[in-house]
């Protein structure tokens, strides 16, 4: 989950010719008419993401968390994930959007503020108590981070036999059935290495992985990072699918806003160690707030 250490460079504009920066206005006008455009044929085709009955359950909350290495990393952080919501955690590089999973999985601690799971503060949690809590959660790592030496089944069962009891038929039956949610063959794949199959296949691999133990949580690093439009909208379609089918709290780190915009119940927009936005993908494509509109049209 390696984050660049780059921090907010120059977009090149502000020193540009006026007509360059009009045309970058323009550009950047044409993006965010064409997400909204594609948010309303969105929502018109499939819906947001249901509303639960009543009110929902908090799963994750992170309030006023701050977090410091050699430099100040996050300040004053809040923010909370609903049962069933997706929550994308987007901004610049090195902004900090990894460590927000890393302190979520208790990977981290924060120097100061809270994170809960399900109305618990893990930060005092020991490593023992840690592990359990992690028991809720699936991680889906850039990359997909197979075991290379592993096959497709050996991967996908690999969660299953470090943390259950199940028998060998219990396994292959859970692992057929996540490679077939994710919409894989699980007959022809299961038997093949990680290095057989294409970006896209792999990720799916690592999403059925990561729905091995049927988590309440799914944490994606990147999920689309490296892959061609048309598997970026397979594994778009998928964190959707998780949510709608099996009511999966999601938090997404990812730079692709195109894919952000279809999959987002919020977006947690970071910037200089704070959220700057938190609200849904239309009131962020909507806003008029002058960092936003760059951020977008960057």
């Known amino acids: 989950m390696s984050e660049s250490d780059e921090g907010r460079g120059s977009t090149g504009l502000d020193d540009a ?6 045309e970058g206005d323009r550009k950047s006008q044409a993006v965010r008419r064409a997400i909204r455009s594609e948010l309303e044929t969105d929502a018109s085709e499939a819906g947001r993401p249901e509303e639960r009955p009543g009110q929902p359950k908090p799963v994750i909350e992170l309030s006023n968390v701050s977090l410091s290495f050699d430099v100040p990393i996050l300040e004053d952080v809040s923010f909370t994930a609903h049962e069933g919501e997706t929550i994308a955690v987007v901004g610049e590089s090195g902004t900090g959007k990894s460590t927000i999973l890393k302190l979520i999985l208790r990977l981290l ?3 100061r503020g809270m994170v809960c ?29 197979l075991f290379d030496s592993m096959t497709v089944f050996e991967n996908v069962a690999y969660p299953l036999r ?3 009891h199940m028998s060998e038929d219990e396994i292959e039956q859970r692992v057929r059935e ?9 007959d022809r794949v299961m038997e093949q290495m990680p290095a057989e199959l294409s970006g896209g296949m792999r990720k799916r691999v690592g999403i059925a992985r990561g729905m091995a133990n049927n988590p309440e949580i799914m944490l994606y690093d990147e999920p689309t990072s490296g892959l061609d439009p048309l598997t970026t909208g397979t594994i778009t379609r998928l964190i959707r699918k998780l949510q709608k089918e099996l009511g999966v709290t999601s938090i997404v780190v990812s730079h692709d806003m195109r ?22 993908p239309e009131e962020m494509f909507a806003s008029e707030d002058p960092y936003i509109r760059e951020f977008l049209g960057g």
């Open 17 to 22: 010719p006026p007509a360059q920066r009009r």
């Open 109 to 111: 601690v924060p120097d």
């Open 117 to 145: 799971i399900d109305d618990e503060d893990i930060t005092d949690l020991s490593f023992e108590e840690a592990l359990k809590v992690r028991q809720k959660m699936g991680m889906v790592f850039q990359g997909a981070a």
């Open 162 to 164: 470090e943390h259950t």
């Open 178 to 186: 996540k490679l077939e949610f994710v919409d894989l063959d699980a």
């Open 259 to 280: 894919s952000v915009s279809r999959m987002a119940s919020k977006i947690a927009l970071l910037h200089e160690r704070h959220i700057v936005f938190f609200g849904e």
